[in-house]
């Protein structure tokens, strides 16, 4: 099941994002959800709290790509999509991310947007045209290459973990590289070793429980 966050202040928006994808999407043979994120009304700082939303959902699973409209009005603030494409870009890399927009020369000015990832609405809401087709079908493609890579990842991990619980420290190295891959897939705030400690001190660490393990045997 893949799960797709949308971003947009307005409901007939979201309801059109919804119909183009289901019309779409139905040949993929792929089960899917929606999300709709809870505009914030009463902050200044809408763009850090929808980025704080977005990456708790993107950190636990929740969600498999998300979908930002490039211009959303919140009372008298209007702000840019782009702003928070950037800071979920800056900290997962390989999340697929898409702008939605009506100024598409505007909305790639800035030089972390890729214009791939950037879809005019309306080609995009005119179901039947093979622009709308394509990018439906790159969206789901995005989210199963997203997913494949992150589980492979992850399956490494335990895998690796599993050696170094029977005492194999040769198997500290790959992990540390592959935690650090996996960062770009899912914000790891604190991993395993990252941020704790280097190759070094686990090393340490490992010589110092194998030598109280041999006192104790």
Excluded: C
């Excluded at 709709?36 to 200044?44: C, V």
């Amino acid at each position: 099941m893949y799960t797709i966050g949308l971003i947009d202040d307005e409901l007939s928006e979201i309801k059109k994002i919804r119909r183009t994808i289901k019309q779409n999407a139905s040949i993929l043979e792929t089960e899917y959800a929606f999300k709709s994120y809870d505009i914030p009304t009463t902050s200044d700082e809408v763009v850090d709290l929808l980025f704080s939303d977005v990456l708790r959902d993107i950190e636990n699973s929740r969600i498999s790509a998300l979908i930002i409209d490039y211009k959303i009005i919140v009372s008298t603030i209007k702000i840019k999509g782009t702003d928070i494409f950037k800071k979920v870009k800056d900290r997962v890399v390989q999340f697929p991310v898409i702008i939605l927009t009506e100024v598409v020369a505007e909305s790639i000015l800035p030089d972390f947007v890729d214009a791939d990832k950037v879809y005019e609405k309306r080609f995009f809401f005119r179901l039947q045209d093979d622009y709308s087709k394509e990018k439906v079908e790159h969206i789901f493609d995005s989210m199963k290459k997203y997913v494949a890579q992150k589980d492979e990842i992850t399956v490494k991990l335990d895998l690796l973990k599993d050696k170094l619980s029977d005492g194999d420290r040769n198997a500290i190295k790959e992990i540390l590289e592959l935690e650090k891959k996996l960062d770009a897939f899912i914000p790891v705030n604190q991993t395993q070793f990252d941020m704790v400690f280097n190759e070094g001190k686990v090393t340490e660490i490992m010589r110092m429980l194998n030598e109280i393990n041999g006192m104790l045997g």
